[in-house]
Nanobody, 115 residues
Framework: QVQIVESGGGLVQAGGSLRLSCAAS????????MGWYRQAPGEQRDLVAH???????DYADSVKGRFTISRDSGKNTVFLQMNSLKPEDTAVYYC?????????WGQGTQVTVSS
């Protein structure tokens, strides 16, 4: 049973920073990719950033240059450093873990950016 633990959300003023963490455990097979998606009220869940086992990264255009994804492969942990936050970054952020053909989601952590 894969378990995912997220942390680091909260309330911050525009221009501020937050760092999200996501740790996966209980997997029998190696993790192919970890990342973050976000969902604002009334919106669909969209990719923010992800990083593969080989270190390849992908970012949504809206966060390029402001957010940085990194990982600690030995601990199956991924981090999302979010700088220069904007009110439009407000959403629930979900950790996403891909193991073989299986996809796992965290429970989500709220990020609120005030103007």
């Amino acid at each position: 049973q894969v378990q995912i633990v997220e942390s680091g959300g909260g309330l911050v003023q525009a221009g501020g920073s937050l760092r999200l963490s996501c740790a996966a455990s209980g997997n029998r097979f190696s993790i192919y990719r970890m990342g973050w998606y976000r969902q604002a009220p009334g919106e669909q869940r969209d990719l923010v950033a992800h990083i593969t086992r080989s270190g390849a990264t992908d970012y949504a255009d809206s966060v390029k240059g402001r957010f940085t994804i990194s990982r600690d492969s030995g601990k199956n942990t991924v981090f999302l450093q979010m700088n220069s936050l904007k009110p439009e970054d407000t959403a629930v952020y979900y950790c996403n873990v891909v193991i073989s053909t299986n996809v796992y989601w965290g429970q989500g952590t709220q990020v609120t950016v005030s103007s």
